[in-house]
């Protein structure tokens, strides 16, 4: 796992790095991971009332809160409004094609 990477603004860790907004690319960001329902429930809400569009999923013991279908162009803005909104650490990952 490569290590966190500072952006310049908003600082945020981005786990792993911005994608290159030209690739055309779809990606998930991974807000939290919680261990029970209400904790994810919690995150969801702080999300919608920042205006985003967020969905919690269980994997095993976990609930993890995510922003999902993000076009690599709206990354860096997406990761600037979840700053503003509190969150300062997320998990980018390029979404399967299907």
């Keep these: ?15 792993p790095n911005l994608p290159d907004p030209q690739s055309g690319k779809i990606y998930r ?3 939290g ?6 904790l994810a429930q919690g995150c969801f ?3 919608k009332a920042a ?3 967020p ?3 269980q994997n095993g013991s976990l609930y993890r809160v995510v922003l999902s279908s993000v076009r690599a162009a709206d990354v860096f803005n997406t990761t600037q409004r979840l700053y503003e909104a509190g969150f300062t650490q997320v998990v980018i990952r390029e979404e399967s094609q299907y």
């Excluded at 290590?3 to 600082?11: A, F, I, L, M, N």
């Excluded at 991971?33 to 209400?38: C, E, L, N, P, Y």
């Design 1 to 15: 796992m490569q290590p966190p990477v500072q952006t310049t603004s908003p600082v945020i860790t981005i786990i």
């Design 29 to 31: 960001i991974q807000v």
């Design 33 to 38: 991971a919680f261990s029970t329902i209400t």
């Design 45 to 47: 809400n702080k999300l």
């Design 51 to 53: 205006g985003l569009s």
């Design 55 to 57: 969905v919690y999923e």
